[in-house]
């Protein structure tokens, strides 16, 4: 487990009766949540408990239906496109699976960014590519392809993509997923010694519950939309919630059958007994 700082911090992340939806469907529910400067926040839940969602609203992508989302100071619901845009730029963000451009290479992928958002020449940006890529171990691979690398490596090469602007918050969307439990250690090394040597925020999104266990401070542990605790791993584990015991012991939560329900589901009626149009 990572260790708590021990001097009071400031909040990275401050998000207040949050609430999202899709069409009729809510998916966030009445969450508040902070993130203390410097720390590892690791958010939990099952599949559909609005981890994404909440992970999307926090960057901006996703505009929430009630609440408030303050992040590194700056309320986001009253930033124009180009504040916005600026915010955006002290994050960093590891995609799922990568997500690097297969056309190009490896460095160029890394460059992106500051392609993007500065005005560094060319050289300069090699420079910086070449140091990012010896901070997650991968020195020397900037000539080859994305489909050159491994599962593990193009993990790392989006660390390397994710903080060439040195962000103060990183995100990061299972990192671990698809990897086997060697490799997935190693991310698990790199994330924590991110933290320490650019003195970053992270929140992490992950099913993973060893990596979880490893790499937080605290972890954020959401159901059907509702965070159910925030607390160390530690307090974590010793919960008695049924929930978030069939989460760590990966049982599937018991559903309590409504006969009258179901027929309505299968039938397509409202809960009225009228047609569903």
């Given amino acids: 487990m990572a260790s708590p700082h021990s001097s009071p911090r400031g909040k990275a992340i401050e998000v207040e009766h949050l609430?999202?939806?899709?069409?009729?469907?809510?998916?966030?529910?009445?969450?508040?949540?902070?993130?203390?400067?410097?720390?590892?926040?690791?958010?939990?839940?099952?599949?559909?408990?609005?981890?994404s969602t909440l992970m999307r609203a926090i960057l901006g992508l996703q505009r929430p239906t009630a609440g408030t989302i303050r992040v590194l100071g700056e309320d986001i619901a009253g930033l124009g496109t180009r504040k916005m845009a600026a915010l955006r730029r002290r994050f960093g963000v590891a995609f799922q699976g990568g997500a690097l451009f297969s056309s190009m290479t490896v460095g160029d992928n890394i460059m992106l960014p500051l392609r993007e958002h500065s005005d560094l020449d060319e050289r300069t940006m090699e420079i910086m590519a070449r140091i990012k890529l010896e901070?997650?171990?991968?020195?020397?691979?900037?000539?080859?392809?994305?489909?050159?690398?491994?599962?593990?490596?193009?993990?790392?090469?989006?660390?390397?993509?994710?903080?060439?602007?040195?962000?103060?918050?990183?995100?990061?969307?299972?990192?671990?997923?698809?990897?086997?439990?060697?490799?997935?250690?190693?991310?698990?090394?790199?994330?924590?010694?991110?933290?320490?040597?650019?003195?970053?925020?992270?929140?992490?999104?992950?099913?993973?519950?060893?990596?979880?266990?490893?790499?937080?401070?605290?972890?954020?542990?959401?159901?059907?939309?509702?965070?159910?605790?925030?607390?160390?791993?530690?307090?974590?584990?010793?919960?008695?919630?049924?929930?978030?015991?069939?989460?760590?012991?990966?049982?599937?939560?018991?559903?309590?059958l409504d006969p009258e329900a179901y027929l309505r589901r299968l039938t397509g009626e409202s809960p009225s007994g009228e047609p569903v149009s």
Avoid: W
Wanted: charged share 25%; glycine share 8%; hydrophobic share 45%.
């Fill in 19 to 51: 609430e999202t939806q899709y069409g009729s469907r809510k998916v966030l529910k009445n969450v508040s949540l902070a993130v203390d400067d410097g720390e590892i926040m690791v958010v939990m839940g099952g599949s559909g408990s609005g981890k």
């Fill in 135 to 256: 901070v997650v171990n991968l020195a020397g691979f900037e000539n080859l392809m994305p489909s050159e690398l491994s599962g593990g490596m193009l993990k790392r090469a989006a660390f390397a993509r994710a903080i060439i602007m040195d962000p103060k918050i990183l995100f990061c969307d299972e990192p671990s997923a698809g990897l086997d439990p060697v490799v997935s250690s190693t991310i698990d090394d790199l994330i924590l010694r991110l933290r320490e040597a650019m003195d970053m925020t992270v929140v992490v999104v992950t099913h993973d519950l060893d990596s979880a266990f490893k790499i937080a401070d605290r972890i954020t542990i959401l159901d059907e939309g509702r965070i159910l605790f925030v607390g160390t791993p530690d307090e974590v584990r010793a919960q008695k919630n049924q929930r978030i015991q069939d989460l760590l012991n990966r049982r599937p939560p018991e559903e309590a």
